[in-house]
């Protein structure tokens, strides 16, 4: 069987925010290390008013570009996403802005798309064993924040 092997640099990250500047820090952080080998990160803000722009750019990493849409929609920000990914682009994968993943994430992903040629799209979820999330307070940490 002749797969065609596809490679972290060949993925391109959507991830849509709305003044959730310090939820988007945590899920950028959770996979920084991969984010040089990344083929890119598209940070697509949805007219926040707090300092997403401010802390995007501060990081002043090439690999990480900030798009700021004046449609504060979900599904036409990834869309959003999809225009702006590189042209070299071979998978996109959509991350909500108040995730956590695991350090072997991207690298299932590829491995679905390595193994399964009639694969056209993985989804899933993470949830960490050694986390306990209050439910409400979540809840409303999110409404508040």
Avoid: C, W
Avoid at 112 to 130: C, L, M, T
Wanted: no cysteine; charged share 30%.
């Amino acid at each position: 069987m002749n797969l065609k092997k596809y490679e972290l640099k060949d993925i391109s990250v959507v991830i849509v925010t709305y003044n959730r500047k310090q939820d988007l820090d945590i899920a950028i952080n959770s996979f920084k290390d991969k984010i040089k080998k990344l083929g890119e990160v598209l940070i697509i803000d949805n007219s926040s008013t707090d300092i997403t722009e401010k802390f995007i750019k501060n990081l002043k990493n090439s690999n990480i570009k900030y798009v700021r849409s004046k449609v504060n929609s979900l599904t036409i920000s990834r869309n959003v996403g999809v225009v702006k990914s590189s042209k070299k682009t071979k998978i996109v994968t959509f991350l909500d802005d108040d995730i956590s993943l695991n350090k072997d994430y991207f690298e299932n992903i590829l491995d679905v798309f390595n193994n399964h040629k009639e694969a056209v799209g993985v989804s899933g979820y993470y949830f960490p064993k050694d986390k306990k999330i209050n439910g409400l307070e979540n809840i409303l940490r999110k409404l508040v924040l």
